[in-house]
T-cell receptor
C-alpha cells in the first residue's frame, strides 16, 4: 500500500459519537487526501491538504473535519453532524511538483471501514 | 458535467481468457486518465496513467488504450488469472481546477 497506513481497519461507533480515523505516510509526500467510497459510487473527495497547516474542502466536507499539523499525518474526524457516516474511507498522498501542481500519481492506503449504528 | 462511466458494471470470465473493460468520459479540459485495481476491502493501486498524447500503455498483462477524440479508454487484460479478480476503476483528471473524477468501477471475477 505504498507506505501509507490507516488505522484501524474496522471501526464501530454509536450514532452521535465523533470518531477519528488515522492516516500516516512515510513517503515524504506533500499532498494528502481523504476519500469516501460507497457501494455503486465512485470515490468522493472529502478534504485535501497540499501543505502542513493548510487544507481545503472537497466535494463532501460537511460533517467532517481534518488537521495537518505534521507532513506525515492527516487525521480525519467524522462528527455527529455527518448524516450517513457508514462507509469505506480511503486516505491517499501524492508529491507536489514544481509550480505547485499536484503529481499525477496518488498512492492509497488500505482503508478504514466505519460502521455507525 | 464532468462524468466518467464504466462498462460493464460486472464481468465473469474463466481463468486464462482475455477481457476488455470500457471507460467513457466527458471531462474537460482533460489532463490524464488512470486505471486503478482495487481488491476487496483494500485501497486502489495504480495500473497505468496516460496523458493526452499517449494512445497505449502496458503494465504486464494489462494494456490501456486512450482515444482522446472520442473520449474513450479501455483496459485489456490478457490471459486472466484468479488474482485479477478485483474492481477496476477509471479515473480522469481535469485541469483548471486540478480535480479527479472517479468512475464507479467494473467488478471482475475470474473463475478457475
Amino acid at each position: 500500500d505504498g507506505g501509507i497506513t490507516q488505522s484501524p481497519k474496522y471501526l464501530f461507533r454509536k450514532e452521535g459519537q465523533n470518531v477519528t480515523l488515522s492516516c500516516e505516510q512515510n513517503l515524504n509526500h506533500d499532498a494528502m487526501y481523504w476519500y469516501r467510497q460507497d457501494p455503486g459510487q465512485g470515490l468522493r473527495l472529502i478534504y485535501y491538504s497540499q501543505i502542513v497547516n493548510d487544507f481545503q474542502k472537497g466535494d463532501i466536507a460537511e460533517g467532517y473535519s481534518v488537521s495537518r499539523e505534521k507532513k506525515e499525518s492527516f487525521p480525519l474526524t467524522v462528527t455527529s453532524a455527518q448524516k450517513n457516516p457508514t462507509a469505506f474511507y480511503l486516505c491517499a498522498s501524492s508529491i507536489q511538483l514544481a509550480g505547485g501542481q499536484i503529481s499525477y500519481e496518488q498512492y492509497f492506503g488500505p482503508g478504514t471501514r466505519l460502521t455507525v449504528t | 458535467k464532468n462524468q466518467v462511466e464504466q462498462s460493464p458494471q460486472s464481468l465473469i470470465i474463466l481463468e486464462g481468457k482475455n477481457c476488455t473493460l470500457q471507460c467513457n468520459y466527458t471531462v474537460s479540459p482533460f489532463s490524464n486518465l488512470r486505471w486503478y485495481k482495487q481488491d476487496t476491502g483494500r485501497g486502489p493501486v495504480s495500473l497505468t496513467i496516460m496523458t493526452f498524447s499517449e494512445n497505449t500503455k502496458s503494465n504486464g498483462r494489462y494494456t490501456a488504450t486512450l482515444d482522446a477524440d472520442t473520449k474513450q479508454s479501455s483496459l485489456h487484460i490478457t490471459a486472466s488469472q484468479l488474482s485479477d479478480s478485483a474492481s477496476y476503476i477509471c479515473v480522469v483528471s481535469a485541469m483548471a481546477p486540478d480535480k479527479l473524477i472517479f468512475g464507479t468501477g467494473t467488478r471482475l471475477q475470474v473463475f478457475p
